[in-house]
């Protein structure tokens, strides 16, 4: 009993002793046994010295006068993505959210990842992550891919008129030059032709990036 106790002391001491919020798994604590770890963190969820989010995701929040302040939601999306070791890539008002095209605040936060398909809710926030293939990952560059899937998500012929201004200035503010060439080609038809038109065929073959997509 006194081992147990011990065991649940450390585990609780650097907890409590994390900076700030925190996320905690059951291999959080490799030196110990993840079962063991979980009946502990378990125990620990009951006492309120964590939070449960999901099986075997913990939260450690800070009390402010304002109530409970969780990590946030793309700290524990990125860190769930750790875990795993998978890549994930936020979708639909998030993404938009994230690239500065909405201010509008998402309920639902949705991640492609290569990782499984699983759902949480934090505070009445749901976060889902769903499996995709692992060409959806290809894009080397974050702003690139986050702006393919902002497109992506409204589908051919459906990107509001008042996003493609804003979408357009995005690709012209962050060029990357190292990866456009390579990123291209793991473009959807439509939307390469969307990429090549807005950084225009000039500036493209300076950099002999559009002679392989000449004939689109």
Request: without cysteine; hydrophobic residues 40%.
């Amino acid at each position: 009993m006194a081992k147990e106790d011990k065991v649940i002391n450390i585990i609780k001491k650097r907890i409590q002793e994390a900076p700030g919020t925190a996320i905690f798994f059951n291999s959080s604590f490799p030196e110990f046994d993840d079962e063991y770890v979980g009946q502990i963190l378990s125990g620990l969820a009951k006492q309120g010295v964590i939070h449960r989010l999901s099986r075997g995701v913990y939260a450690k929040a800070i009390e402010t006068r304002f109530g409970l302040l969780f990590p946030l939601i793309h700290e524990i999306a990125e860190a769930i993505a750790k875990r795993d070791n998978a890549e994930i890539i936020p979708t639909g008002v998030y993404a938009e959210n994230y690239l500065g095209l909405s201010t509008q605040v998402p309920m639902k936060y949705v991640y492609l990842t290569s990782g499984s398909t699983r759902k949480l809710i934090v505070n009445g926030v749901t976060i889902s992550f769903r499996h995709a293939a692992l060409k959806n990952f290809a894009i080397k560059n974050r702003y690139t891919s986050l702006i393919v899937q902002v497109l992506k998500d409204h589908g051919e012929g459906n990107v509001p008129e008042e996003l493609m201004g804003p979408i357009q200035s995005l690709i012209l503010t962050h060029p990357e030059l190292e990866t456009i060439k390579g990123d291209l080609a793991f473009m959807p038809a439509w939307i390469r032709r969307f990429f090549i038109k807005t950084l225009k065929a000039s500036f493209m073959e300076k950099y002999n990036i559009l002679s392989q997509h000449r004939r689109e």
